[in-house]
């Protein structure tokens, strides 16, 4: 039970004239109401994200749709698909990128020390550690 939410519903009660045991019942009434609608409201939209992401015409602009749908939460399906299909440039897969990634734990190449010599020269006017 969230105190938060039955604190609103025994305001309510006593707003609309119930007290003691009534208003208990209408504070209980109106948290469960509540939680009702919160669940739905969950539900619909996951429905909602997962129609969007689903979507072809979304592929390799992922990104973008869902922080359109999350931002526009008015916007239906159809809306957020059409406008990001038409407004936003599609890049690679996140498989792709992911493909393209040096691995973890890679080394970068080292610097000789001939062309470190050469990079300190340039830098001092003069060659040095040779």
Request: proline letters at 4%; hydrophobic letters at 40%; aromatic letters at 8%.
């Amino acid at each position: 039970m969230s105190k938060q939410i039955y604190n609103q519903g025994l305001e309510k009660a006593r707003e609309a004239g119930f007290y003691g045991d009534a208003a208990h019942d209408y504070a209980i009434e109106y948290e469960l109401a509540f939680d009702d609608a919160y669940a739905g409201a969950v539900k619909s939209s996951g429905k909602r994200l997962g129609a969007i992401l689903s979507n072809p015409k979304v592929k390799g602009r992922e990104r973008a749709a869902l922080d359109l749908a999350i931002k526009s939460p008015a916007m239906s399906v159809d809306d957020v698909v059409s406008f990001v299909s038409e407004n936003v440039r599609s890049g690679s897969s996140i498989a792709a990128r992911m493909a393209n990634e040096p691995s973890l734990g890679h080394e970068p190449p080292m610097v000789s020390d001939s062309s470190f010599n050469d990079i300190a020269a340039g830098v001092y006017g003069e060659r040095k550690h040779r």
